[in-house]
């Protein structure tokens, strides 16, 4: 999936503003001013195709996560944790980490 403000595409394919998409396990809806991709891995990603951005992630993946979304496990002290486990000082530093080539 590729977003770039309320430009939605998912596998190339565009997803036209307003309109609501499913297709195995992606689903794109548009509430309000936003735009929200779900996976059938439960984790969904809503923007205001500006700023703002929120990961939310079901409870059954408590402790299972990695990377952007945290460790989810309610320590706020490992959420900056990088690919090799330790942990960045600063935010900057840990999402560059991340970073994919």
Known sequence: ???RGHNVSVNGAAVPE????????ISVTWPGD????ASGLGVRVTTDGHQAVTVTVDAE????TR???GTYNGDPADDFQRP???VAAFAASFG???KMP
């Open 96 to 98: 560059n980490s991340w």
């Open 18 to 25: 307003g309109q609501p998409y499913l297709h195995n396990g």
């Open 84 to 86: 090799g486990g330790d």
């Open 61 to 64: 993946l408590w402790g299972g």
């Open 1 to 3: 999936v590729t977003a």
């Open 34 to 37: 936003w735009v929200a991709v």
């Open 67 to 69: 990377g952007l979304c």
